[in-house]
């Protein structure tokens, strides 16, 4: 039987589907389903959500709930065969009704399959649209979403870049267009954007659509105050950096780092213009990483300022280890003084691995064995000074070997 609602599904789901194609679908389920019985006792919801859908019982108990109305299965049986005529599988059904139960009651004919339609119209093919119903939840059971695809797909510039977009902000399909997304975005062309900057930025921080305007317009003016002008690479950064923060605020932080890193008015200005995220961090952390960078490696604060995006990395996980493995290599004659530390900050693990470490391995042997178990002890969030003991015991055996010589 479900063999048979799927072949009707899809040809009918083709696309030359047509809104009015769903009438001759409703009468061959309905005469191909079993009958029902006419006693309401007989459907428990939560079974048929474990046995027809594919829900874990915690989450069919959960789902239940919000279905207790449903007297027969009529209904979701029409949906869930409509759901695998489109090609979704059985595991993104289940994660589906788990997360909008109340798709099971959702019209077949008066909303699904008009959807389908409209989205078809749009140039979407099956396969696009089952992967756009993944990500909806709710909104596939609204009419409203075709017409907020049709304004979508010119501004995220194709299919694929909405997906992603999705993917971070599911309510895109859920605001209000022309409330929120239609003025945000008005806004932002005011401010200078062209169509293919608006596209980067609504790709990467896609909940700025979804913002109060007048809370976004608040963001951009806060942004722009810190020194990050729309038309900057950084600015999708910089609206991330002081979305939470007042005016007030983003001022506190300033004067913290231009006092924890001694810098300058123009020193702290230029920080915050190259990594802005950096009026996120902690007091705490950026502390921390004033007293190792400066007092401990010895980087000048004009330095600092400059490179700011190594204040963004973990102290116990990245900065500490590699500076002990570079002044190991330094004062034991393996690397040249004149290579900077930041230059071995900034470069993936990986590379970080293939030039650091493993041409070392004759002269150096135990080096990679220690620069594991220091990172393996940053993963269990504690100082990494296991190397730092290893490889200043190391360097005093260096330097024992040299006098004894």
């Known amino acids: 039987m479900l063999r048979l609602h799927k072949w009707i599904l899809t040809e009918l789901l083709l696309p030359s589907t047509s809104a009015y194609a769903i ?11 079993p009958a029902v019985s006419p006693n309401p006792s007989s459907f428990a919801v939560e079974d048929y959500l474990v046995s027809s859908c594919g829900l874990t019982r915690p989450q069919a ?28 599988s059985g595991a993104d059904v289940a994660a589906l ?14 909303t699904l399959a008009p959807n389908v339609a409209g989205l078809t119209g749009l140039g979407l093919s099956r396969s696009e649209i089952a992967r756009l119903v993944s990500l909806s939840r709710n909104s596939f059971r609204y009419r409203s979403i075709v017409s907020k695809l049709q304004y979508y797909m010119p501004l995220f510039g194709s299919f694929e870049n909405l997906l992603r977009a999705l993917k971070r902000n599911f309510y895109l399909l859920s605001s209000d267009l022309d409330g929120i997304v239609k003025p945000n975005v008005a806004y932002l062309q005011e401010c ?74 123009a020193e702290v200005g230029i ?20 007293e190792f960078l400066i007092s401990k490696v010895g980087l000048e604060p004009a330095y600092i300022a400059c490179r700011p995006a190594m204040l963004m990395y973990s102290l116990e996980g990245r900065l500490r280890p590699r500076y002990y493995v570079v002044k190991f290599l330094k004062e034991s004659g393996l690397l040249d003084h004149d290579r900077h530390y930041f230059g071995a900050v900034m470069i993936s693990e990986k590379v970080f691995v293939e030039k650091f470490i493993c ?8 080096l990679a064995e220690d620069y594991v178990t220091a990172c393996r002890g940053s993963a269990l969030c504690r100082p990494s000074l296991v190397l730092v003991e290893i490889i200043e015991s190391r360097l005093m055996k260096c330097r024992r070997s040299e006098q004894v010589g």
């Not at 009438?23 to 389903?33: E, F, N, T």
């Not at 959960?62 to 007297?71: E, I, T, V």
């Not at 027969?72 to 090609?87: E, N, T």
């Not at 915050?272 to 990483?289: D, F, G, H, M, N």
Request: glycine fraction near 6%; charge should be positive.
């Open 61 to 88: 108990a959960k789902a239940s709930a919000r279905l207790s109305h449903l007297k027969s299965p009529a209904k979701p049986d029409a949906v869930l065969s409509f759901l695998a005529g489109l090609g979704l």
């Open 271 to 290: 920080a915050v213009s190259k990594a802005p995220l950096i009026l996120t961090r902690s007091k705490e952390s950026l502390q921390r990483r004033s």
């Open 192 to 265: 200078g954007l062209g169509a293919c900057d608006i596209a980067k930025l609504c790709i990467s921080r896609p909940g700025l659509l979804t913002t109060n305007p007048e809370r976004f317009q608040g963001m951009v003016a806060r942004a722009e105050n810190i020194g990050m002008p729309c038309s900057s690479g950084m600015f999708s950064h910089a609206l991330h950096a002081v979305a939470c923060f007042s005016k007030e605020e983003i001022a506190a932080r300033v004067d913290y780092l231009k006092n924890t890193f001694m810098w300058t008015d």
């Open 23 to 33: 009438s001759p679908l409703h009468r061959l389920i309905s005469a191909a389903a």
């Open 359 to 366: 041409p070392h391995k004759d002269a150096a042997p135990h």
């Open 97 to 110: 009704v788990a997360k909008d139960p109340q798709l099971l009651c959702a019209g077949v004919e008066k």
